[in-house]
């Protein structure tokens, strides 16, 4: 008989526990990824906060020297040559500051997925806002709540020497976690920087004396002295007649009265601390204020502005200076309006610029909020000098506000029954005796039930009442008895 052999067998614990490893790590592999992420979502986070704070600092550290790209001057109506200088080249410097300034802070804020055509709220919208301390402007801080970034009323400003400049960047930053970025898809990020403007125009008003008037020197009357004879050795005279002396005239300056220089004005002392504003009590209004402080009057002589048609019956209405309407009737329903006149701008004033819009389909509130979109705005003055300046207004973004809904509740309508308690007495009567009988109403006819008693007993004979039931009387009982005894006697007896 041949042995039988049988291959080896793996224990049966190994046999049992076989996927048990694979089973587990398909449980742990979620919270494992989720982990991962996490530590990856973090590390982005921190890196597009740092990305903005460089970018802060950058553009902070260029505002307050005072620099800018020559690329971004546009020459005006002045006497230079080129851009940023004659007459004008303070107001085309600031002009040229502002997308200088933008663009260090871009460049410093590189290697983050932003995206600056996007709107608020949008994952990725970056955008930068520049506003200092200037009268006349004030910066609203970001909202992180509402996604609303920073803003510069009434539009932004480089600042000048002295000034305090700020510089904020608003960065929604995009979540990549899958599960949480479902429900939360990005991050607001805010990182601000503020810094005192250096006076780098120092030297350059040192050296403009042409705004200063020098002395004028007014000639004194002064005696010119007259030709005397000088005396010189002569002979005897002889007998002759003696000269006559005459009078030698004198030559006495006449004074006059020297003309006071006055100086030309200058381009660069007109200007507008301001900017162009929205109007703080009229909705449907914007104003610039420009302050002329040469000494000599310059006059407006004409405007032009650009503006955003919002409504298809908007209409530029009506212009003026110092709430005075100097052009009107306007009645202007495309962009640009433009006007023409002679307003005289005296030396050290300051004027007020206006436009008042209007809808003639409108009725109560036309403007909410105010005017909106992208306004410009050109004062031309009869010696060259121009200003122009900006508003750029975005409309109004919804927030997002849940609105509460008032539950109603259910209130039951109607009179509620009150229970009566209102108890039956029944009386019942006992065999062999008189039984008392209660009536409300009286008896409509007697009804006799006779009770035949056995023999020897005596018979009780009771005469019940039908009583109808009537709840809404309160009848008057009255109690009737009519006991019957038939006396019978054994028989026999």
Known sequence: MDAVTDSPQPPRRNRRFRGQGAVEFALILPVLLLVIFMIIELARLLHAYLVIENGARYGVRYAVTGEYNDTYCADGADAGSGACDGTGQRVEEDSARLPSIEDVARAGSTSILRD???????PGYFTMTVCSSRLGFAWFPSDQATMTPANCVPT????GPGDRVSVTIDFEHPLITPILSSFWPQLHLVAKREGIVEQFRTARVVGLPATISGPTWTPTDTFTPSMTFTPSDTPTPSETASPTASDTPTMTPTSTASPTRTPTPSCALLNSPAGLYQDPDENDRIDIDITNANVASMTLQSWTLTWTKLWSDMEAAYAGVD????????NDTTSPTSGTGSYAHSGGVTITWFMDFDRPSCSGTCFPGGIRGDLTITLNYSNGCTVTDSLSRPTATPSRTPTRTA???RTATGPTPTPSR???RTRTPTPGAATATKTRTPTPGPATNTATSPPGSPTNTRTPSRTPTNTSVVPTATLSLTPSQTATSPSGG
């Open 407 to 409: 539950t109603p509740t």
């Open 323 to 330: 709430g005075v309407t100097v052009w009107s009737s306007l």
């Open 422 to 424: 209102t108890p039956t």
């Open 116 to 122: 600056e055509s996007l709107s608020p709220g949008d």
């Open 156 to 159: 932004e400003d480089a600042g």
